[in-house]
Structures are given as C-alpha cells and as structure tokens.
C-alpha cells in the first residue's frame, strides 16, 4: 500500500491549496482514509477524515468550515482543500489510511504518505 500525498506550497494568509493523495496497492473500501499535519516543535494532529465508501467526513475544530476532504474512488485519490488559510495552518501534512477506528487517534492509521509541506505566511 502506497500513499503519495502532493500539492503542498508556500501561500498568504486568506489564501486556498489543494492537497492530493494518490492510494495506490490495494482496493480501500470501508477503509477511512484521513489528514494529519505536524507543526514545527509541535506533535502531529488530526485534521480531517472521510470514509472511503460513504464520504462520511470529520473535521478537526481548527479546521471545520474552512477545509474540505472529499476523494475520488475511481481514481483512488483523496483531496484536501484548505481555504482561508492562517498561519497556524503551516505544518507539514500526512494522508494516512486505517481500517478501522478503534482508537479514535492516529495509531488506529497503519498507512502513511510521506508529508507535503505548506507555508502559510502573515
């Protein structure tokens, strides 16, 4: 199982980008698929998730009403737009794929992409 995340860059504040996530190894079905973003000197966090099959999403606090996770299961991508960016919002950014949520925290995701760095600057 691959994930190759991209689309990561330096923008203004108030500005939108577009990360993407190419799933590649297997079929993901039921699987969820999710964002995360680590900060400098800060921990890694959850940002968003949606479930393969339905599109259910959720969204962390920081981030709902301005980011969007949707994916694309014919081409097996999942996407993440980000709008009225700030400057908090400048970490690098993980796709990250689980089978199920049993801990309701990042160890439930056993696949992770490599990070896409995003700028955000005030």
């Known amino acids: 199982v691959q994930l190759q995340a991209s689309g990561g860059g330096s923008v203004q504040a108030g500005g939108s980008l577009r990360l993407s996530c190419a799933a590649s190894?297997?079929?993901?079905?039921?699987?969820?698929m999710g964002w995360f973003r680590q900060a400098p000197g800060k921990e890694r966090e959850f940002v968003a998730r949606?479930?393969?099959?339905?599109?259910?999403?959720y969204y962390a606090d920081s981030v709902k009403g301005r980011f969007t996770i949707s994916r694309d299961s014919a081409k097996s991508m999942v996407y993440l737009q980000m709008n009225s960016l700030k400057f908090e919002d400048t970490a690098v950014y993980y796709c990250?794929?689980?089978?199920?949520?049993?801990?309701?925290?990042?160890?439930?995701?056993?696949?992770w992409g490599q990070g896409t760095l995003v700028t955000v600057s005030s």
């Open positions: 990250a794929a689980a089978r199920t949520l049993r801990y309701g925290n990042s160890r439930d995701y056993t696949n």
């Open positions: 190894g297997r079929t993901f079905t039921n699987w969820v």
């Open positions: 949606a479930t393969w099959n339905l599109g259910t999403t």
